[in-house]
């Protein structure tokens, strides 16, 4: 079983500027990739069975294929498959350790299935962050963990305690770099002030599929801010992330498919998709490539997250690299993907 990361020759920039932009996160982890891999995918179903020999055969072709696209973050979560997508990657790794040293590995914590001490919740507590942590470095078969991420915010959390928490990780050499998921400007710059090492990502759902970080701004002025659930809350987000340097990672970047297949599995979703595969075809790239160069196109320098585990779709996600979108291309599947023209 071989994993070895592709050595690609580098993309001029006359061809496609944005490999030649540093992404923010690449001033802590320099050899952070343009795109990232989510692992959730792996492992299989997500109960308490065991992984088996075809689910770790699934694991390598999908990790294979996004090392053929240069692909070096791997981003995980101690939630996914109920812990098996740690454990079928720490195999991978048991398996040829020099990939450790080659890769940008990346895990989330703080959500909680319910059990005998309460339901499903949120847990941003000192001492559960640290176990979390350690229980993660045990499945994934490693030392270290390059960037955490807390994975939910916490009605409960508190800012100091937080912070306590990433001191004794730091100091034990179990991570390097923290961040958040899912947090509003106000939670980051909440949460900021407690710490004494910047908060280096935050992991958002966003992209033509999820379009209220980018609406928030848009139409903040305008009654549509009204009609659109959601955007107002994420006000200042993306403004605040590109200020502070700290990277921002869109989750369910390709939108689950919804633009990308041969037919919309909501009529609503028609125009954006019909759109997404018109200019696909005009610039010889694939659907997935194209939606993930529209998100790229911003210039908060996002890093889309690859949330399919299908070595095939996985590849096609590599001709984002190939595209530097226009102005007008990006306001047009803007447009399509909100169904309504702007303010």
Known sequence: MSLTPAAH???????????????????????????????????????????????????HAAVEAALDIGVTLFDHADIYTFGKAESVFGELLRRQPSLRDRIVLQSKCGIRFADAQGPKRYDLSSDYIVTAVEASLRRLGTDRLDLLLLHRPDPLMQPDEIAEAFQRLRSRGLVSHFGVSNMHAGQIAWLN?????????????????????????????????????????????????????????????????????????????EPARALVHQLAEQHGVSPEGLVLAWLMRHPARIQPVIGTSQPARIR???????????????????EAARGAALP
Request: hydrophobic letters at 40%; aromatic letters at 6%.
């Open 193 to 269: 002030r407690a710490l004494d090492q910047p908060l280096v990502a935050n992991q958002l759902e966003l992209g033509l599929g999820h379009l209220e970080p980018i609406d928030a701004g848009t139409c903040f002025n305008d009654r549509q801010a009204g009609t659109r659930a959601g955007a107002l809350a994420w006000g200042g987000t993306l403004e605040l992330c590109q200020q502070d340097g700290i990277q921002l990672q869109a989750w369910s970047a390709l939108a689950r498919g919804r633009y990308t297949g041969d037919t919309a599995a909501d009529p609503r979703d």
């Open 316 to 334: 096609a996600c590599g001709d984002a690299l190939k595209l530097t979108m226009s102005r007008g291309d990006w306001y047009a599947l803007y």
């Open 9 to 59: 020759a580098p993309v001029s920039a006359a061809t496609n500027p944005s490999t030649t932009l540093e992404l923010p996160l690449q001033r802590h982890l320099p050899k952070a990739s343009r795109l990232a891999f989510g692992c959730m995918g792996l492992g299989g179903s997500w109960d308490a069975t065991d992984w088996t020999a075809d689910h770790l055969a699934h694991a």
